[in-house]
């Protein structure tokens, strides 16, 4: 039962996410409520129930520390992982400001050229652009210099319009890139760069299949796929193709990215990590691959099986031993002593070779107690025998009186006084038989007796026989205390001197007959 219910902690450890403790948690208590009842037999001796739930709650407790231990790792594995791969997308914006910096600076080496200088071959090194115009004044394109194939702009076209004429209007001294917007040139995800000189005012397109070629570098570099994602979350470009992820919902990734959340994305899992700065006006999502925590988890986990496995074995084995060894005996042991308590008689004898010098003790004691209990039964019966005897077939009435001077027990010669039988006496007190004036007498001793005032007493009083007549008896009574000290009954012996007391009374007459004889003779 115990190695069952440890398999079935360690498979729900095994089925449960551990980056989600409170179901992995859940799953562990859960299994210890349907376990429980296989902990132990609870027909079995107590001592094997409490040693096997004992047992079993160990081994629940060291399979929940287990778990904790692995949760706790798991976790700082997590954070030591997002946090390395979170340095790595910080590396994703100094590497893109590079690219982008490199590309503005290769647009002013541009502008700073004479117009003989902007020949073709020129042209070609600026390989960051798709497009270079110049633009006149009023927002017009002058001369296109570099253009796109089956671009819809031509000379004189405006381009004062939407968000490209906001962005040519609000210009500052340096060059800045634009928002990602849509192209005039071909509809497309565009970016553009325009540097005002001497000469006027010069834009560029920036080539996004140059932005798109350093995306899928560092994506293929890193094993980490990159994503240039608008304010409204759709992809405008990415650096894995596979991935086909058209938008991103950025408000609901925002939050501090965890491995217990992960997007679903190309047949794997991964953790978004959204730059907090706008790149070319979107963010950079940089998508960690679970794959690596779920591979450490797994070796983790296989680790803290193996470690359970060996601990169960070794339970068993040790609960195998501890069984045949100690468990055994004792249950022999136990059942021998139910016996001895029940009054059964021993049969034959435990088996003296013990491993344990304690044990072989334990048996030993046990015999020479037996043997000494089963002595004093046998005396005790003996002299409850005896006892008995003498109490049934004295020629004396005797009684047994509680406390509260009930009678308890009497014999024969006490109903041969009283004239009542056996079981009505035995339900009566002694005051119920004695006469009026001598009511005193028995709750007189029997309160002294009680306090210590004396054990013993004899007394005559006077009780009523069922016919009606008074009887004169003699009482000896004396208190039976048990190995306390304390009051338990009174043993008393109750013999009829009425014919004493005839005979008494009669002397007495005698001899007052005789005196009154003689007064008169020595008068005569």
């Known amino acids: 039962h115990i190695i069952g219910c440890a398999v079935l902690t360690v498979v729900a450890i095994a089925a449960a996410d551990v980056a989600r403790p409170a179901r992995a948690l859940n799953a562990l208590l859960g299994l210890g409520l349907v376990c429980s009842p296989l902990l132990f037999d609870a027909n079995g001796p107590q001592f094997a129930v409490t040693l096997s739930l004992g047992l079993a709650l160990v081994l629940l407790l060291i399979a929940a520390i287990l778990f904790l231990a692995i949760w706790f790792a798991m976790d700082r594995m997590s954070r030591d992982y997002l946090a390395l791969r979170l340095a790595d997308a910080n590396k994703v914006e100094l590497f893109i400001d590079k690219q982008l910096d490199d590309a503005r600076q290769d647009f002013e080496r541009f502008g700073d050229l004479t117009e003989s200088q902007r020949v073709p071959e020129v042209l070609r090194l600026l390989g960051a652009f798709s497009d270079l115009y110049r633009v006149d004044g009023e927002l017009r394109v002058a001369r296109i ?178 069984n045949r060894l100690i468990l055994q005996p004792i249950a022999v042991f136990a059942e021998r002593m139910r016996d001895l308590e029940q009054g059964r008689p021993l049969v034959g004898e435990p088996d003296t070779d013990q491993r344990f010098a304690e044990l072989d003790s334990i048996h030993t004691r046990f015999r020479i107690m037996a043997e000494a209990i089963a002595h004093r039964e046998r005396s005790l019966r003996e002299s409850e025998e005896k006892f008995r005897l003498a109490f049934d077939n004295a020629n004396t009435g005797m009684c047994l009186v509680d406390l509260q001077g009930r009678l308890l027990q009497v014999n024969d010669k006490m109903t041969a006084i009283f004239g009542y039988p056996r079981q009505e006496l035995e339900e009566m007190t002694v005051n119920d038989l004695a006469v009026p004036e001598d009511l005193d007498l028995s709750p007189a001793y029997i309160r002294h007796a009680a306090h210590g005032d004396g054990d013993t007493a004899t007394f005559e009083k006077r009780y009523r026989h069922r016919q009606g007549q008074i009887i004169d008896c003699q009482v000896a009574s004396s208190l039976v205390r048990d190995a306390q000290g304390q009051p338990r009954y009174f043993i008393s012996q109750v013999q009829d001197i009425g014919a004493r007391k005839r005979y008494e009374q009669e002397l007495q007459q005698a001899r007052d007959a005789a005196e009154l004889a003689n007064r008169a003779k020595s008068a005569f």
């Open 145 to 322: 210099y570099k253009g796109s194939a089956q671009s819809r702009v031509f000379t004189g076209f405006s381009l004062s319009g939407g968000k490209l004429g906001s962005y040519l209007k609000t210009l500052d001294e340096r060059p800045a890139f634009s928002e990602m917007m849509r192209g005039y040139e071909d509809g497309a995800p565009s970016v553009y760069l325009a540097l005002r000189t001497a000469d006027g005012l010069y834009l560029g397109r920036l080539n996004l299949d140059y932005v798109q070629g350093f995306l899928s570098e560092f994506s293929r570099f890193a094993a980490t796929p990159l994503m240039l994602v608008a304010s409204d979350g759709f992809v405008m470009l990415s650096g894995d193709a596979n991935l086909k992820l058209p938008s991103i919902d950025l408000k609901h990734w925002a939050r501090v990215p965890s491995a217990s959340r992960a997007l679903d994305a190309g047949g794997q899992d991964w953790i978004p990590l959204i730059s907090k700065r706008l790149v070319l006006g979107a963010r950079i999502v940089t998508l960690i691959p679970t794959q690596p925590l779920e591979t450490q988890r797994a070796t983790l986990l296989f680790a803290s099986l193996g470690f359970l496995a060996g601990m169960i074995a070794l339970v068993y084995l040790k609960n195998r031993r501890l």
